[in-house]
């Protein structure tokens, strides 16, 4: 019939064309434009062949019965099924007909009476199945494109959150950065601040020791001549009494008042050069550097001062050993200093260094073993110094203090507290240096001192 080859024809470009068969199902592909071919032959023999109309419609009856089996045994089709339902009733009534068509009429009036009617309503059936099949798949279309483009939207969206989230680490990691970097700055203003404060208090104090010392000065040094004087005359005195016409326990009694008063003088002697000497330390302390800087070999300045102060140390106390190590850097070379300065912050420092193993030998075992080590380096643009000795260590709770003037840890008589005041401003104002103690407490105390070359 050349309707349902029509319907063939029809059903077989809707397959290719919606199922997208040259890309997703190659070899059903190929099947189907084998029926096309067929289909549009039998079309032209239904017009130019006449006798061949029965058979043409049974063939076509077969194709149309094959797709319908090959749409419901393959999954690739199962999206096809539904525009197979308005085309199945047709199919089936035009089957019926040609089969009552082949039997008496007498017998199939009635049926054949039936199947017109019923071919009419599979038209309408078709027709509606259609239209509803078509709206369907326009709707789905509509939900699969809207479907798309939120799956688009979506992973623009995905991949500007990605971007986003990118951006945000860089820019946390940035303010992170520019926040350890401003705490940093914060952390290095308020160590200079708190240096700044440090040698503000020790200027003033300078000043002030200055004024005092001077004050000081004149009397002290009447005291000292004085009781100097006193005992001389005292021994005068004494000659003297010798010549008087007294018995002898009178003598006695003068010479031992006279003794007294010679013990008393010499004591208050003692004790004013003692002071004189604090005063002097006070003048030199707060008196600006007026030295000339030159070039100076530092290693051999350092090694010399080290010998002269175990040296010295040796010759008030025999019982005194320690053990020296130095490691000189070479390539330092002549670094304009003032020499006479700069050795006397070695000695002050080698001084402090050679006393502190000595107390710890006093308390410690025989296998402690006192040592001082002086070490020099050269770095970028400046000098590193560094003495450290391995007695008992500075305690925290006065670390802070020892650059101070007057501060001492030494028991009274031993120490001015000058040593290390002096030194601090030797380094840091005459020389435009540093100077720092590192230490720990029962174990070691380490003085870097950094001048810039």
């Known amino acids: 019939m050349l309707i349902e080859l029509i319907l063939v024809v029809f059903f077989v ?35 130019s062949v006449a006798p061949l109309r029965p058979y043409i419609s049974w063939a076509a009856h077969l194709m149309m019965l094959y797709l319908i089996y090959v749409l419901y045994s393959q999954r690739e089709f199962h999206t096809a099924r539904p525009i197979m339902l308005a085309f199945a009733p047709y199919i089936i009534i035009a089957v019926a007909t040609d089969v009552a068509k082949l039997t008496p009429e007498d ?25 509803i099949t078509n709206r369907q798949r326009k709707a789905l279309e509509k939900e699969k494109q809207k479907t798309r483009e939120q799956h688009e939207q979506n992973q623009v969206t995905s ?59 004149n009397p002290l040094n009447f005291v000292n001549n004085f009781s100097e ?54 003048l030199q302390h707060s008196r600006s550097s007026s030295g000339l800087k030159e070039p100076t070999d530092l290693n051999g300045l350092a090694d010399e001062y080290l010998r002269l102060t175990y040296h010295g140390l040796r010759a008030k106390d025999k019982s ?48 402690y073993e006192p040592t001082v080590w002086v070490v020099t380096r050269k770095m970028d643009k400046k000098v590193e110094i ?36 002096l030194s601090y401003d030797i380094i840091t104002k005459g020389h435009g240096g540093s100077i720092r103690a590192e230490t720990a407490e029962g174990s070691f105390t380490e003085f870097i001192i950094i001048l810039p070359i």
């Open 13 to 47: 470009r809707y397959l290719r064309k919606n199922l997208d068969m040259a890309q997703s199902m190659p070899r059903w592909d190929g099947i189907l434009k084998i029926i096309l071919l067929i289909s549009v032959i039998m079309i032209g023999l239904e017009f």
């Open 386 to 421: 560094r003495i450290r000795d391995n007695g008992n260590g500075i305690p925290a709770a006065v670390k802070e203090k020892i650059f101070q003037p007057f501060f001492t840890t030494k028991p009274s008589g031993e120490g001015t507290g000058l040593g290390l005041s």
């Open 159 to 217: 991949s500007l959150k990605a971007q986003l989230e990118v951006q945000v680490a860089e820019r946390t990691a940035e303010l992170t950065r520019q926040k350890e970097e401003l705490e940093q700055a914060l952390s290095e203003l308020k160590a200079t601040q708190a240096q700044l404060i440090q040698a503000e208090k020790m200027a003033s104090l300078g000043e002030l020791t200055a004024g005092i010392a001077h004050e000081i000065q």
């Open 107 to 131: 017998y199939t009036s009635s049926f054949r009476s039936m199947l017109k009617s019923a071919s009419t309503f599979s038209v309408i059936w078709m027709v509606a199945m259609w239209i």
């Open 229 to 282: 004087v006193s005992v001389e005359l005292t021994e005068e005195l004494r000659e003297e009494i010798a010549k008087l016409p007294i018995n002898a326990d009178q003598k006695a009694n003068l010479n031992e008042l006279s003794d007294d008063l010679i013990q008393n003088q010499q004591k208050i002697n003692t004790h004013g050069k003692r002071a004189d000497a604090i005063v002097k330390g006070m």
């Open 320 to 367: 005194f050993n320690a053990s020296m190590k130095t490691d000189f850097d070479p390539t330092i070379g002549q670094i304009s200093v003032v020499p006479q300065e700069i050795g006397r912050v070695l000695l002050n420092l080698l001084t402090n260094a050679f006393y502190a193993v000595a107390e710890k030998k006093k308390l410690s075992p025989d296998n």
